[in-house]
């Protein structure tokens, strides 16, 4: 099984800025691709940003030159720096991760998810 923990989430005002933390653990491969998805209240799970193990990030138009998502492999950590926060930001973030169990099996693990509050 693959553990992973989240951390960094808060109360921040519009305009300010939150990073986000998700440290994956467990018997594993690799980790394949990271991401991290917000669902807000009476809204569907989005995807927010997801990086693969080549470095290729893929992010939603939404927060397109405001988000920032990287990882560090040898601490199996994966961030997201989120820059001038809007309170449309406002939501329950989850992270994401496909890990290389063997070498023919990938496994889909979700976080707990780390609440962001965006005041205006």
């Known amino acids: 099984q693959v553990q992973l923990a989240e951390s960094g989430g808060g109360l921040e005002q519009a305009g300010g800025s939150l990073r986000l933390s998700c440290a994956a653990s467990?018997?594993?491969?690799?980790?394949?691709?990271m991401g991290w998805y917000r669902q807000a209240p009476g809204k569907q799970r989005e995807l927010v940003a997801t990086?693969?193990?080549?470095?290729?990030?893929n992010y939603a138009d939404s927060v397109k030159g405001r988000f920032t998502i990287s990882r560090d492999d040898a601490k199996s950590t994966v961030y997201l720096q989120m820059n001038s926060l809007k309170p449309d930001d406002s939501a329950l973030y989850y992270c994401?991760?496909?890990?290389?169990?063997?070498?023919?099996?990938?496994?889909?693990?979700w976080g707990q998810g780390t609440q962001v509050t965006v005041s205006s």
């Open positions: 467990g018997r594993f491969l690799r980790i394949n691709t």
């Open positions: 990086i693969n193990r080549y470095g290729s990030t």
């Open positions: 994401n991760t496909y890990v290389q169990k063997s070498l023919l099996t990938e496994y889909e693990s």
